[in-house]
């Protein structure tokens, strides 16, 4: 089974802060990817990655930064949270020959 | 318009009944098919793929229509367990997945 793990399910975070969320899968895939989850929005992706060291922008990078130093790890860092932030963050990983992507358990930001 | 849109819901039906999820999208070249389910407060879990043929997973069926660019999702029998948003979503030929927002179903005793 893939299991991809998020280092955090809840978190609680001031404005102005540096935020570091990370996500590891276990089962060598290339591509990792990192969404954000709103009511009414959907999903929308953050970046991606499809190989050790390799960024991506997706749909909102803005205000957002990631790193991917080794293959079974991703982080996405925010650089001085804002409020606007708050949201479900959820990393997922996949194959480049699988074309479908696994989803950790997603976290949950709250930027006060 | 929007790359993938489906119904948002909530479909409300009784155990037992059959329910239809439609979904439409806008990138003729798309290359594959899926639907994810998920439950409130979870992640997104792949249900199963669509292939042009149709595929069966005992009470779910999933129909794509290449030429209408329509992908349907038959459930049958519902159960209380089933109740989720379902999410239609695409490969347009990338690394990357398009998502639709979802449908809601809830199941009703």
């Known amino acids: 089974d893939v299991k991809v793990t998020q280092s955090s399910r809840y978190l609680v975070k001031r404005t102005g802060e540096k935020v570091f969320l990370e996500c590891v899968q276990d089962?060598?895939?290339?591509?990792m990817f990192w969404y954000r989850q709103d009511p009414g929005l959907g999903l929308r992706l953050i970046y991606f990655?499809?190989?050790?060291?390799?960024?991506e922008k997706g749909d909102i990078p803005e205000g957002y930064s990631v790193s991917r130093e080794k293959k079974e790890r991703f982080s996405l860092i925010l650089e001085s949270a804002s409020t606007n932030q708050t949201s479900m963050y959820l990393c997922?990983?996949?194959?480049?020959?699988?074309?479908?992507?696994?989803f950790g358990p997603g976290t949950r930001l709250l930027v006060l | 318009r929007k790359e993938v849109e489906q119904d948002p819901g909530p479909f409300n039906v009784p155990e037992g009944a059959t329910v239809a999820f439609n979904c439409t999208y806008s990138?003729?070249?798309?290359?594959?098919f899926f639907w994810y389910r998920q439950d409130c407060r979870k992640e997104p879990k792949l249900l199963m793929s669509?292939?042009?043929s149709g595929n069966e997973d005992g009470r779910f069926t999933a129909q794509l229509n290449r030429a209408s660019q329509y992908i349907s999702l038959l459930i049958r029998d519902s159960k209380l367990s089933d109740s989720a948003t379902y999410l239609c979503?695409?490969?347009?030929?990338?690394?990357?997945?398009?998502f639709g927002k979802g449908t809601k179903l809830s199941v009703i005793p």
């Open positions: 997922a990983s996949g194959s480049r020959a699988e074309e479908t992507q696994y």
């Open positions: 089962m060598d895939h290339e591509n």
């Open positions: 990655s499809y190989d050790v060291k390799m960024k």
């Open positions: 990138n003729s070249a798309s290359q594959s």
């Open positions: 669509v292939y042009s």
């Open positions: 979503v695409v490969n347009p030929g990338s690394y990357q997945l398009t």
